[in-house]
């Protein structure tokens, strides 16, 4: 079975510095993908930036970057220059390949500080 | 290009009732698949469907039921509504290169 942790409830970060939110993941399945989304208090999930398991290259779109480390399963999403838009839910998930069974982390909610 | 569409947004039922929610994809995405939301339990997938088929399901009841036409819109049922069904209800539709894109949801609550 596929399993996302996220250790951090909670973060702060200050406008205009970048943010690293923890995710690791288990998984036996040699092919699988790595997400990240974005959960305003409207409630809409806005997908920031996917990852496949063999994809070699870290992904990045925009300000986000997703920090690859496979041998460690992990996958944390990195912000930089954070903005006060930025105060969100951000959930961390994984499914297996040609598969849209996404299977969520808890979450962590970040909040930007001006 | 428009984005994924749920309706209703909103909408208030009371127990034992049935409720059906709908879904248009992303033009051109066969695949959609259907997560309900509460603050107990998190994200917990449903079902997801590719070209009419259901491909995956996930450990809810029978109450719980989908389908995708030929259009790829989908429609999914909830019978016999309980308290415990109140959540947030998302729609996500899949593109070929593997990025799932979700709709705003569909808040349903059960009086």
């Known amino acids: 079975a596929q399993k996302i942790t996220q250790t951090q409830p909670g973060m702060f970060v200050q406008e205009k510095e970048a943010v690293t939110l923890d995710c690791t993941y288990d998984?036996?399945?040699?092919?699988?993908?790595l997400f990240w989304y974005k959960q305003p208090s409207s409630g809409e999930m806005i997908f920031l930036i996917y990852?496949?398991?063999?994809?070699?290259q870290n992904a990045t779109e925009g300000r986000y970057s997703l920090n690859f480390q496979k041998a460690r399963k992990s996958a944390n999403l990195v912000i930089s220059a954070s903005q006060l838009g930025d105060s969100a839910m951000y959930f961390c998930?994984?499914?297996?390949?040609?598969?849209?069974?996404?299977?969520f982390g808890s979450g962590t909610r970040l909040l930007v500080r001006p | 290009k428009a984005g994924v569409t749920q309706t209703p947004r909103y909408l208030i039922k009371t127990r034992g009732q049935q409720v059906t929610l709908s879904c248009s994809p992303i033009s051109g995405h066969r695949s959609v698949s259907w997560y309900q939301q509460t603050p107990g339990q998190g994200l917990q997938f449903l079902f997801e469907y590719f070209s009419e088929t259901q491909r995956n399901k996930g450990n809810f009841p029978g109450r719980f039921s989908g389908r995708q036409f030929s259009n790829s819109r989908s429609e999914m049922n909830v019978s016999t509504l309980e308290l415990g069904d109140s959540a947030l209800y998302l729609c996500a539709s899949g593109s070929n290169t593997g990025e799932l894109f979700f709709g705003e949801g569909s808040r349903l609550t059960v009086l």
């Open positions: 998984t036996s399945d040699q092919s699988y993908g």
């Open positions: 998930a994984i499914s297996r390949d040609s598969s849209y069974k996404l299977i």
């Open positions: 990852q496949g398991s063999y994809d070699e």
